[in-house]
């Protein structure tokens, strides 16, 4: 199945999927309307009726109304959002009006004093409509400028025969039989992505159309941005449930920077300063994700939602299993943060009495669903690993570390780690650059079975001087640095 997929436009029963992926590789070559049919449904264009293909109506007109926002979803334009009169049968309260007016100025259809949109479409408008959203030549050479649409998609294929019969009403099966063929004719069609102010949001590539919760994807495209600047994206399933996925902080109007998270708001809703009234789990299946700002949707991608091999225990549960078992009444946890090694919920804990030399933890196991204290105590207890192991690993896979988690990249494809400022074993402010920009990120590392292993935190950059978080969270800045490390260097936090 094709990668991305647009708008779903819904007519007389007829839910038609649009396309703005480069090439429509799984469209094959068809004889008969139902073949068509059957090959558009299999590519999600339209709905599979394949089991009863009486059901696909092939007999049956479309509107011009119909064809013509078919028409206008399919090239992305923006849609105006008002209506100034210029058809006398289309009131400014018609929805249709918009469409209309806009498909006058790009050419679409003439300038004619009223715009029909009861009336049944012709073979030659429908032709015509088809090759201007395929961005196909006419032949201007002829006289009939009817004949210039029919002798071009005869030229390229999409013609098996050519007519004369242009007011002849189009049928759905010859729109089936037509449509494939044209996109059989235009491998390399591509969408124009043009940034515009609340444009149609158009999403041109995504770094991974499948992986497992806490996987990160890039998106990218163009007018993502939604009211107070959101950037967010959809994830729906088969039952046309929705969740949101709020894009991390440093995404663009062009770029859009996701986590599957295994709990997700149920939401048709954009704003992300509402507070979330249903959270839903997001488990291994099939979805399409997209963008939706100022109630325009983008082009539809699949995506699937593989299997962890995990116990989905969220943050939330987790915290009721860390409260009930690790803090009295006047003791406190904070904000928890998952270790992907161990499968583990740690809580940093505020706990009494003070033990001088701790930095208390109740870690919940997402396998047991219970719960035990880590005071990570530098003198209590012979650590597992030192500094100079720690900071040995990190040398050696600092690029591994952190282009596996974050969507910066070095130049070079290479970075490397310069300055370290601890907080404990486990966690480490390291300074990493490539030679022309210099970054921080905060790691938590752990040793399992002599294996070293450490999950970014926090990524920051320089702004004025001041090391700002650019992407996720820094979960260790009310903790006091406890061991340095830096050559010629003086680090500060």
């Known amino acids: 199945m094709n990668n991305i997929i647009k708008k779903v436009v819904t007519m007389l029963g007829l839910t038609v999927l649009l396309f703005s992926t480069i090439s429509f590789a799984n469209a094959t070559n068809v004889t008969t309307e139902i073949d068509a049919a059957n090959n558009l449904s299999s590519i999600w264009v339209i709905v599979d009726q394949s089991s009863n293909p009486e059901a696909y109506n092939l007999d049956v007109s479309i509107t011009r109304r119909e064809m013509l926002k078919v028409m206008i979803n399919l090239s992305l334009i923006k ?3 008002t209506c100034t009169g210029k058809f006398a049968d289309l009131s400014e309260s018609d929805w249709w009006c918009k469409y209309a007016e ?3 100025a790009r050419g679409f259809i003439a300038p004619n004093s009223l715009f029909r949109p009861d009336d049944n479409v012709s ?3 429908a032709l015509k409509m088809i090759l201007q959203a395929r961005d196909i030549s006419k032949n201007n050479s002829l006289v009939d400028w009817r004949a210039w649409y029919v002798d071009a998609a005869m030229t390229i294929g999409i013609l098996s025969n050519s007519f004369t019969d242009y007011n002849t ?3 759905r099966g010859w729109i089936f039989l037509v449509w ?3 996109i ?8 124009s992505c043009v940034d515009e102010t609340e444009g149609t949001p158009v999403i041109t590539s995504i770094s991974t159309n499948s992986g497992t919760v806490d996987t ?5 495209g163009c007018n993502f941005s939604g009211f107070e600047w959101d950037k967010n994206v959809w994830i729906e399933n088969d039952q046309g449930i929705k969740w949101i996925i709020y894009s991390e902080t440093w995404s663009t109007s062009n770029l859009i920077n996701i986590t599957l998270k295994s709990q997700l708001c149920q939401s048709d809703t954009s704003y992300s300063g509402l507070a979330c009234d249903s959270w839903l789990t997001l488990i291994p299946w099939d979805y399409k994700i997209y963008v939706n700002p100022w109630w325009k949707q983008s082009n539809i991608i699949d995506f699937t939602v593989n299997d962890s091999d995990k116990i989905w225990l969220t943050e939330s549960q987790a915290r009721v299993i860390a409260e009930q078992s690790c803090i009295g009444t006047w003791e406190t946890i904070w904000t928890g943060y998952y270790n992907t090694n161990s499968k583990t919920w740690w809580f940093d804990a505020n706990l009494d009495p003070i033990i001088d030399g701790c930095n208390p933890a ?3 196991s997402e396998n047991t669903k219970t719960a035990e204290i880590n005071y990570r105590c530098t003198w209590l207890v012979v650590p597992e690993m030192s500094y100079q192991d720690v900071m040995d690993y990190v040398n050696q896979n600092i690029t591994e570390i952190m282009t596996s988690y974050s969507t910066i990249v070095p130049t070079n494809d290479k970075w490397f780690a310069d300055w370290y400022g601890f907080i404990s074993y486990n966690y480490v402010y390291v300074d990493y650059e490539d030679g022309h920009n210099l970054y921080r990120a905060l790691l938590n590392c752990n040793k399992i079975n002599d294996i070293i292993s450490c999950d970014p935190l926090a990524v920051f950059e320089t702004q004025t001087g001041i090391w700002v978080v650019v992407q996720w969270e820094d979960t260790q800045k009310d903790n006091s640095i406890v061991y340095q490390y830096a050559v010629d260097y003086e680090w500060k936090r």
């Open 216 to 220: 990160k994807i890039v998106i990218r």
């Open 184 to 191: 059989n004719a235009t491998p390399d069609y591509k969408v």
């Open 123 to 125: 073979k030659i408008e």
């Open 79 to 81: 849609v105006w959002d």
């Open 362 to 364: 109740c870690v919940v």
């Open 169 to 171: 009403v189009w049928v």
């Open 180 to 182: 494939v063929n044209a």
């Open 102 to 104: 806009t498909a006058l």
